[in-house]
């Protein structure tokens, strides 16, 4: 089983509170981090902003900037949800991982993690993606469930990929199953399909219905 601790990285030693900036700028000149982590006497104090730095005085030293540092961090027992929440709410393409006791232990890169993603069914395996939408207040991820596997579907993942106003749209990913056919039950239950399919038989039947209404007009 592939855990994602298995991509917990030291392959760089974290900054000492009282290294210098200068050191700080030539490292991130070399490397493409938007930050990294920084330690005083073994604890982790919080992050540096490449962004930050190319502002900061050369002579002076990390701990004279200490109110820059942002302090995210992930957790050792976090699934890889959560993590990437973590990316994606600091805007950073690293993030310091702390055990249980607060104790450093290394860091994720962005580029790990969405590998890791790419190894979860949800992407390797083959299926169809439906994205649907409806009201906050209706929708029910056990109804989508629902809806799938009554058609013989079998659900790869699904997850909320975006709320606007009072409407929320699910991705699902669905193996096996007639796509047509649960495509069309998503509608009877007033759900409305975002993505485009070309087994969908009512979407079908209304364009050669145009395209039968454009020739006769045409005439």
Do not use: C
């Not at 982790?44 to 002076?60: H, L, R």
């Amino acid at each position: 089983m592939l855990e994602i601790t298995n991509y917990i990285n030291s392959d760089f030693k974290p900054f000492e509170s009282d290294e210098s900036i200068r050191f700080v700028q030539d490292f991130f000149a070399d490397l493409t981090f938007s930050h990294f982590p920084v330690l005083q006497e073994g604890i982790y104090i919080g992050s540096i902003a490449a962004d930050d730095v190319v502002t900061f005085e050369s002579p002076k030293k990390i701990i004279d900037y200490k109110y820059t540092l942002e302090g995210f961090f992930a957790r050792t027992n976090m699934i890889w949800l959560d993590v990437l929440e973590v990316f994606a709410q600091n805007h950073t393409n690293l993030i310091p991982v702390l055990d249980e006791n607060n104790k450093y232990v290394g860091y994720y890169e962005l580029n790990d993690i969405v590998q890791f993603f790419a190894e979860t069914p949800f992407l390797r395996e083959q299926g169809g993606i439906i994205i649907v939408k409806k009201s906050i207040k209706e929708y029910s991820m056990s109804q989508i469930a629902q809806i799938v596997e009554t058609n013989n579907g079998r659900i790869l993942g699904m997850f909320i990929s975006d709320i606007e106003g009072d409407f929320v749209q699910v991705t699902v990913k669905i193996a096996l199953g007639g796509l047509n056919e649960i495509i069309q039950t998503f509608r009877r239950y007033n759900y409305e399909i975002i993505s485009e399919h070309q087994e969908d038989a009512y979407l079908n039947n209304l364009k050669e219905r145009s395209d039968y209404l454009d020739k006769y007009l045409n005439i």
